[in-house]
């Protein structure tokens, strides 16, 4: 069974930085597209950031400048650092994979359990 497991949230400041962690662990043949998403209080879930196994990466507007994703093929892993934190960016980040179990079955998405950010202003 795969899951992926988040890590590194928490209560920071405004201006502050946070460093999100997500690790696939389990029988993984590859993951190709990882990203990031978040769900603030009483509002749909979006996009943050994704990045292919190429390493092309896409962000919302409204993270460009201040989050980088990045990942290490190698550990199944994904991050998300996140500098200049506003209030605005407060919410619970999931961690998304498409991945593929083992050769020559199909790809799904995974989701992982999501991690709290809050930025106080």
């Known amino acids: 069974q795969v899951q992926l497991v988040e890590s590194g949230g928490g209560l920071v400041q405004a201006g502050g930085s946070l460093r999100l962690s997500c690790a696939g662990i389990g029988s993984i043949a590859e993951i190709n597209r990882m990203g990031w998403y978040r769900q603030a209080p009483g509002k749909q879930r979006e996009l943050v950031a994704d990045?292919?196994?190429?390493?092309?990466?896409k962000y919302v507007e409204a993270v460009k400048g201040r989050f980088t994703i990045s990942r290490d093929n190698a550990k199944n892993t994904v991050y998300l650092q996140m500098n200049s934190l506003k209030p605005e960016d407060t919410g619970r980040y999931y961690c998304?994979?498409?991945?593929?179990?083992?050769?020559?079955?199909?790809?799904?998405?995974?989701w992982g359990q999501g991690t709290q950010v809050t930025v106080s202003s």
């Open positions: 998304m994979g498409v991945l593929r179990a083992a050769w020559g079955r199909p790809s799904s998405t995974n």
């Open positions: 990045i292919a196994k190429t390493g092309e990466t």
